[in-house]
């Protein structure tokens, strides 16, 4: 059974940091997990992704900012959020998909096969 779970989140100010956690049940060696964000009416759109072989990639607005790490070689993930901005409010999204990450599973969300429910982040100035 495949499960995609999400935590963390919340309200914090402009500047501010926030901590989210991917924890994926997936039995497959190879695979690619992201952070995806949505506001309501617009797609989702990828924030960060992180590949079964370690390496990451990142949307061009969060560089510098995000840090996507896993934890202890373990199927959980972490976003570090810092320098938190009111657009960056947004419902956040896990997604997991049984390859390694090519570019385009940053830049479209179909490329994902599995997904949590979501969890959200709010930055009020």
């Known amino acids: 059974q495949f499960q995609v779970m999400e935590s963390g989140g919340g309200s914090v100010q402009t500047g501010g940091s926030l901590n989210l956690s991917c924890t994926f049940v997936?039995?497959?060696?190879?695979?690619?997990v992201g952070w995806f964000r949505q506001v309501q009416g617009e797609e989702r759109e990828g924030v960060a992704t992180?590949?079964?072989?370690?390496?990451?990639s990142y949307a061009d607005s969060v560089k510098g900012r995000f840090t996507i790490s896993q934890v202890n070689g373990a199927k959980t993930l972490h976003l570090q959020m810092s320098d938190l901005k009111p657009e960056d409010s947004a419902m956040y999204y896990c997604?997991?998909?049984?390859?390694?990450?090519?570019?385009?599973?940053?830049?479209?969300?179909?490329?994902?096969?599995?997904w949590g429910k979501g969890t959200l982040v709010t930055v009020f100035s």
């Open positions: 997936y039995p497959y060696m190879n695979w690619c």
């Open positions: 997604g997991a998909d049984p390859e390694r990450c090519l570019q385009e599973h940053l830049t479209d969300a179909n490329f994902m096969d599995n």
């Open positions: 992180f590949s079964s072989i370690g390496t990451a």
